[in-house]
């Protein structure tokens, strides 16, 4: 389904009217979603269609994930979360992994950002040069 420009415009403005502080706020998104539907005004689809994706970004951009050959002490993890935080701004979720695959380092993913300091990426980075 095609999406027209008013309904890309009035996705934005209902993602924008969900933001407390710049955090999406669930109360607000429920209760917009939930007068949106009742209302159903004409091209309603297309506005819940990209209201949707406008979600799915915010959460994958507030989503961290943080792997580690190692398992972090709380210390590291605190310290990590505050770097992070600052970088990306409150309201992130962070949650952390231990991957013994990764040999040793860290692997930080943050919505579409990577940061790979991993020996296994700087392995495969090696190999592709070859």
């Known amino acids: ?3 027209t420009k008013q309904a890309r415009r009035d996705a934005k403005a209902l993602f924008q009217s969900c933001l407390t502080n710049g955090v999406l706020d669930e109360t607000k998104l429920r209760t917009a979603v939930q007068k949106l539907l009742a209302a159903k005004p004409r091209g309603y689809m297309g506005v819940v269609q ?16 943080i ?6 002490s709380p210390g590291q993890q605190t310290e990590l979360a505050g770097m992070l935080s600052r970088r990306y ?5 962070i949650s952390f992994a231990h991957t ?3 040999l ?3 692997k930080i993913k943050v919505g579409s950002d990577v940061i790979d300091g991993t020996i296994q990426g700087r392995l495969n980075r090696l190999a592709e040069t070859f």
């Open 1 to 3: 389904m095609r999406i």
């Open 50 to 65: 990209h209201f949707q994706r406008l979600v799915k970004l915010d959460i994958d951009r507030r989503t961290a994930l």
């Open 67 to 72: 792997e580690s050959a190692m398992l972090l």
């Open 89 to 93: 701004g409150q309201g992130l979720q």
């Open 100 to 102: 013994p695959s990764l």
């Open 104 to 106: 040793g380092g860290l």
